[in-house]
């Protein structure tokens, strides 16, 4: 009879130490930490305050929401930021935990990651247009208003895919790395446009008064007016807790709250889209072959990518 008391007790004492192993983090403890990889040149879903330092610096839509998961989840976050392509390389890789940067939902992505319920951006991802020089501004109403025009896109991105399938054949597009690098070639009559989501747009024309939206806007569908957010393949239990997340902030209003302070914060004088290398480095330049950009056409052509990240491949579609 002592033996077998002897053995619920300790049957009762392993019990308690589990539980106690398994119960969140107490005040003072410290937490696990979240990692979101992101490309803080695209806003107002993530860019920089460089009047900030460290993870302070990143401000935007999408770090928002980073953020309010990482505290539904009882978690520190620790923002990565890198180039566009490497925040998809670094989430197959599992490097980071998921990746938020102003993703649309593709074919390509639906194979290769695990993409979260969709989550709303205002017009930033619901409309998509062009922008021109500011003396060129509403002259264009129809997608053949830009036959035989030069217009520009991030390379692999939504916007590159909506100037393939909808400008006219005569079009040719040209495709940078990053946003920044397709306006600079406006402003040098490198090109004659640039496709952009609105909201983007309107984040670029309040730093650059000397650039327009050309009064275009490019038809979109359903799964193209708002985002996801990429997490590995292995990762089916984070997924359920994202959305889980998702559905709460979308419950309480959140994404215009957040939406509409991104957009105020994207105006403000310390705002900057940042280009991040693939290592995660500034870039200071952009380099010849990112200014000089590499063509396609409207009917889908094949453009000259050499130089471009491999491990991004055509599963690298943006914003």
Do not use: H
Request: glycine share 8%; proline share 2%.
């Amino acid at each position: 009879m002592k033996k077998l008391l002897a053995l619920v007790l300790a049957v009762l004492m392993m019990a308690a130490m589990l539980a106690g192993c398994s119960n969140p983090p107490q005040e003072g403890e410290e937490k696990e930490v979240l990692t979101v990889a992101l490309s803080p040149d695209f806003a107002p879903m993530e860019f920089v305050d460089v009047s900030k330092s460290g993870q302070d610096q990143y401000v935007g839509f999408d770090v928002m929401l980073a953020k309010y998961i990482a505290q539904e989840m009882g978690m520190d976050l620790e923002i990565k930021a890198m180039s566009f392509e490497a925040c998809q390389t670094a989430v197959q890789l599992g490097n980071v935990d998921m990746s938020i940067s102003g993703f649309s939902k593709t074919d390509d992505r639906e194979e290769n990651y695990l993409l979260s319920d969709f989550y709303y951006a205002g017009d930033n991802e619901t409309e998509q247009t062009i922008i021109v020089m500011a003396d060129e501004a509403g002259t264009y109403s129809a997608a053949e208003d830009f036959a035989n025009l030069t217009v520009a896109a991030q390379d692999a991105s939504l916007q590159m895919d909506l100037c393939t399938a909808q400008l006219p054949d005569s079009v040719t597009i040209k495709t940078y790395k990053t946003v920044d690098d397709a306006v600079m070639a406006l402003k040098t009559d490198k090109v004659d446009a640039v496709a952009v989501a609105v909201g983007n747009a309107e984040a670029i024309i309040a730093n650059n008064p000397d650039v327009a939206m050309s009064g275009f806007l490019f038809e979109v569908t359903e799964d193209q007016q708002n985002n996801v957010i990429l997490m590995n393949k292995q990762d089916t239990e984070l997924l359920e807790q994202v959305n889980a997340i998702l559905a709460k902030a979308y419950e309480a209003g959140l994404y215009g709250e957040w939406y509409a302070e991104a957009k105020a914060l994207a105006g403000i004088d310390t705002a900057a889209e940042i280009e991040y290398d693939d290592d995660g480095n500034i870039k200071e330049d952009g380099g010849e072959e990112d200014a000089e950009g590499t063509e396609g056409d409207a009917e889908g052509g094949e453009a000259d990518t050499e130089g471009t990240q491999e491990d991004g491949g055509e599963d690298a579609e943006n914003e």
